[in-house]
């Protein structure tokens, strides 16, 4: 009995009884298929019967008709068909680390060349070195001029030492009746008030107050809180006493109250620093540039130092130390630079003196002279400061959001966009100033105005020629001062990285991308 030939690696496969011998494959013809042996527990085909497809399933017979062997049939485990391996996947470039300091292209952004750019590392630090460059000498000499103006040991006269020597007095309304001015005559043109007072020589003792009742003169009723003046002669004397004013202590509190509830509930902590960012300038205000003033000290020169200090002070302490402040502040003082520039030779152009009541009453009760241009030049310096610094850290603000919300914006379209931002903001500016310096002079303006004389003259009068060029050159710096910190902000803020944790907006950016990129995998 011919025995099959051993495949090597593989075990021989025992014959099992009543299986013949093998026997080898007779040869194949080609392009026809090999006739397959019938399996086993088939049944036989019927005669007539057209041969069955291999390919198709065996028929099925009811499981009644198959004996129990035949269900337990061992089936013959077959070796795997071999699959063709797949080809191998191109190897990927290695990913590039990420860092914050490299800028991502926008989709669809192409270039010339067969590959792209990778913009170059911004030069932060060195911006940054820059800006504390310019402005630390500035800084430097706000803190010198106000050690070398400070009226150091200067004892200022005030109160009754010049002239003025009223003492306040509080007291309250308890009467009033019509009466007459002159004693002896009968008549209604004076209100006598019966002034309980509250405190000062005589306390809780009341005293008469004859009271005209012409339109200059202000109404009393029974209640109202009102101040006396007192000449300091014999506290006995009603004579030596004179209603001038009313109390304003509690409502101005109140009111005060509310406007820093309101600056807290929206700005929050940011509010908190800016409530004492005001509360510095009130202190510089009282406690510097009035002082200096008074003690013969240049104005204009106070005014300087003086706003330089509070600019400093205020916008470092309200929006924290970084570029954008910086900026800020850059901006803020090259366009008062520019406003007091403007106001020096147009005034000097104009032939204004400052010299109006109020300075005028000022000097005699001194009886030394001052300056009074450069009075009027520090007013203007001093009030164009609030509003600068309003427009200045308006337009870093917008420009640093612009650059959170679009990092690929380039210096000329930060600049572009900022501008465009800062035309709608300085154009109601310009309206607010002009209507604020109008309606603190209303007055004046009705005055004039009853006068006859026509408008080209009530302009070039004193009194109105100086808010006039107050206002104007306030504006121009104003306008001026859009562009300026525009082009400071859009340069630095397209030299940061958008990323930077203390960048405006640029956590809020990051997400947005970084969702943009999950949906769009």
Known sequence: MTEPPEI??????????????????????????????????????????????????????????????QRQETQRARPPRPQPAPPDPAPEPPEEPRSHHRREEPAGHGHGHGHGHTPAAPASKQVKRLLAFLLIPFAVAAVVGIAVLYPWGHHQKTGADLGFGQYPVNGEVVAARSASCNEGESGSDCVQLSVKMQDGPRPNQTIDQLMPTDPGTPRFAVGDQVVLSYA????????????????????LMVLALVFAAAVLVLGRWQGLAALVGLGLSLVMLVGFVLPAILAGQNPLLVAVVGAGLIMFVVLYLTHGFSARTSTAVLGTMLSLALIGGLSTVFSAATSLTGLDEDTSSLMGALGAPIDARGLLLAGIVIGALGVLDDVTVTQTSAVWELRAANPTLTWRQLYGAGLRIGRDHVSSAVNTLVLAYAGAALPMLLAYTLSGRTFGEIVSSQAVAQEVVRTLAGSVGLVA?????????????????????????????????????????
């Not at 026809?32 to 019938?38: E, K």
């Not at 088939?42 to 065996?58: C, E, T, V």
């Open 481 to 521: 001062a859009v562009p300026i910190t525009t082009a400071i902000a859009a340069l630095v803020a397209s030299q940061e990285p958008a990323g930077r944790p203390g960048e405006a907006g640029a956590p809020r950016a990051k997400r947005r991308r970084s969702a943009a990129r999950t949906g769009g995998e």
């Open 232 to 251: 300091g002669d014999n506290p006995d004397e009603p004579t030596s006493f004179q209603v001038v004013d009313f109390q304003r202590g509690t409502p």
């Open 8 to 69: 090597p690696g593989r075990r021989p496969r025992h014959r099992q009884p009543g299986q013949g011998a093998w026997q080898p494959p007779a040869p194949q013809q080609p392009g026809r298929r090999p006739p397959q042996p019938p399996r086993e527990n088939q049944p036989p085909r019927a005669p007539g019967q057209a041969p069955r497809d291999p390919r198709q399933a065996p028929p099925q017979r009811p499981e009644t008709q198959r004996p129990e062997t």
